[in-house]
């Protein structure tokens, strides 16, 4: 098809685009000398082929030539035969449209362009001028509608509120197929195990040296009767050792905070008031300057972080279980999960006591007791037989009748042993010497953390109950519906003060204009139609604030009579 007429006829910039338009849904293949002309690494036959090429591939398909006699007459002879070689081996029948346009009737066109483009076959389509009753179309509305609105008013009418809505809820989390959440959870319990292998050594490690001796059984409550009230959470190497096995640990900062218990109970019960509880101090001290060394020399950085996504994914699916109403307890893998055990919410039973004689030692048992002394009376001398002022427990505690001051903050590390240190994970106390007792949270990397609630814990990390989150979205729902409705009354405006001027508007002048414009353009093209409907619209907004379009009326005939 060849889109004819004279130039500014639109065939090219309006009904050649229209038409593309239309045909949207097919690919189109633009064989434009910038195409042709524009790739400095093939030459103009080459990627005229490849378009062609790319046409027979994508078929149906469109050929689009704009300018043909321009692009024929800038072609080379090569180029003229490629493509009327190409041209002729598409099949007749081929679904493949030739669309060209051109500026010059077909008679002025070359000989060879015309036999491509048959009139008797309807392949041609000359563009001719606007008739009378499609320039009175065309203008109509600019000039009898648009040149008499009224000005845009300045002052908001009386609204009606909008409706208040209720914020949406939130969509639930995706849940994952059965298949991916059990490859999930068990790559989840590798590297939860490879953890397990790392905290383990580093464990045994710090329980087989001398040093730390002390720490690594749990003090014996029965030698040391006093110290439950003054620590709140007692822990030792075995203690943790315990945790791992039963796999508490998710990541190394919970394993990091049940270990430096160790030192800091230590210091807290060990008041820095003699040598005997300044040496349990500096083996505290050694213990913690050794665990954050080991920690800090010995943990990949990447690894911790995947620990800490592995949590954050099993809190995750913890609190998802929880909002489907799930009466299972939520162990951070759902309840489905088996391998991963979660917090313990029932206190365990207190184990019995193993006898002495099942260990093999027999020890000659001490029916005297020891009266609490008085703050009068002096501290009774050693006897002969129990050595230096001190009572040594089966476990390595030792027990004064004398204690006070409080823990110093001051750690200095000693290597050596003292002569008279027996202690059970380090710890020294008077036993009726107990002043005063805190409740306080425990002490995890230099910062007081509450205990949190065991009511609302999954997986070691508390989460908000169902009722505490419903009554956030409640009040979330009411502060923003409060918003709306406060915006909502501020843009309504009551009545408007003063009167709005009256709109002037000689309509039998627009008419006038309308048919003076459809005489002036008689025989014009497209673009000179275009022209003055964009100069018609310029005036138009120019004087759109006013009430009175007879300037605009004035203008817009000045506009007309000098358009030629």
């Given amino acids: 098809m060849l889109l004819a007429g004279r130039p500014g006829a639109g065939q090219t910039s309006h009904l050649a685009p229209a038409i593309l338009h239309a045909l949207e849904r097919f690919p189109v293949h633009s064989l434009d000398s910038a195409v042709l002309f524009g790739v400095s690494s093939t030459s103009p036959e080459e990627a005229c082929a490849q378009v062609f090429c790319e046409a027979k591939r994508t078929s149906p398909s469109i050929l689009y030539m704009p300018h043909i006699q321009q692009w024929w007459d800038t072609a080379a002879s090569s180029l003229r035969a490629s493509f009327l070689s190409l041209l002729g081996s598409i099949p007749s029948l081929s679904p493949i449209l030739l669309l060209a346009t051109c500026s010059v009737p077909r008679q002025q066109l070359d000989p060879e362009i015309q036999l491509l483009f048959r009139e008797e076959y309807g392949e041609v389509y000359t563009v001719s001028v606007p008739m009378r009753l499609e320039r009175t179309d065309f203008f109509r509305d600019l000039i009898l509608n648009q040149a008499a609105e009224p000005p845009p008013s300045t002052k908001r009418a009386l609204t009606q509120a909008m ?100 030192w800091q109970n230590a210091l807290e019960y060990n008041p820095d008031s003699d040598p005997m509880d300044r040496h349990i101090r500096h083996r505290a001290c050694a213990l913690k300057d050794t665990v954050r060394a080991i920690i800090r020399d010995e943990l990949d950085e990447d690894f911790e972080r995947v620990c800490e996504e592995v949590k954050e994914s099993r809190i995750k699916r913890a609190s998802l279980c929880r909002l489907e109403g799930s009466s299972k307890e939520a162990d951070g893998v759902c309840s489905s999960a088996r391998n991963s055990p979660g917090p313990r919410k029932r206190k365990r039973p207190k184990q019995p006591r193993k006898s002495k004689w099942s260990t093999g030692v027999i020890k000659k048992t001490k029916k005297k007791k020891k009266k609490p002394p008085t703050p009068a009376s002096p501290p009774s001398p050693p006897t002969s037989d129990s050595g230096p002022e001190e009572t040594r427990t089966p476990n390595g505690a030792s027990a004064r009748p004398s204690s006070s001051a409080s823990p110093s903050e001051s750690c200095d590390d000693d290597h050596g042993e003292h002569p008279n240190a027996a202690a059970a994970n380090g710890f020294h106390r008077d036993f009726n010497g107990v002043s005063e007792i805190q409740n306080v949270g425990v002490l995890a990397n230099g910062c007081r953390r509450t205990p949190p609630n065991p009511n609302a814990v999954a997986n070691g990390v508390c989460f908000r109950t169902t009722a505490e989150r419903s009554s956030c979205e409640t009040r979330a729902n009411m502060a923003a519906q409060e918003q709306m409705q406060l915006f909502s009354r501020a843009g309504c405006v009551d009545i408007l003060d003063g009167e709005t001027p009256p709109l002037v508007v000689d309509h039998g002048k627009l008419r006038d204009l309308l048919s003076r414009a459809v005489a002036r353009t008689e025989r014009a093209e497209v673009e000179v139609l275009e022209k003055l409907y964009a100069v018609l619209a310029q005036c138009i907004y120019r004087h759109r604030h006013a009430y009175d379009k007879t300037a605009l009326a004035k203008e817009m005939k000045k506009e007309i009579d000098s358009s030629s």
């Fill in 163 to 262: 409706e208040i809505l209720p914020l949406a809820p939130l969509p639930p989390p995706r849940q994952l197929p059965e298949q991916d959440r059990l490859h999930l959870e068990q790559q989840e319990e590798d590297v939860l195990r490879e953890l397990r292998l790392f905290l383990r050594n580093v464990t045994e490690r710090l329980s087989l040296d001398r040093r730390f001796k002390a720490f690594t059984k749990p003090v014996d409550i029965e030698e040391v009767p006093d110290y439950m009230l003054v620590i709140r959470k007692p822990m030792d190497f075995s203690t943790l050792l315990t945790n791992i096995d039963e796999q508490k640990y998710v990541t190394v900062g919970e394993f990091m905070s049940d270990a430096e218990l160790i």
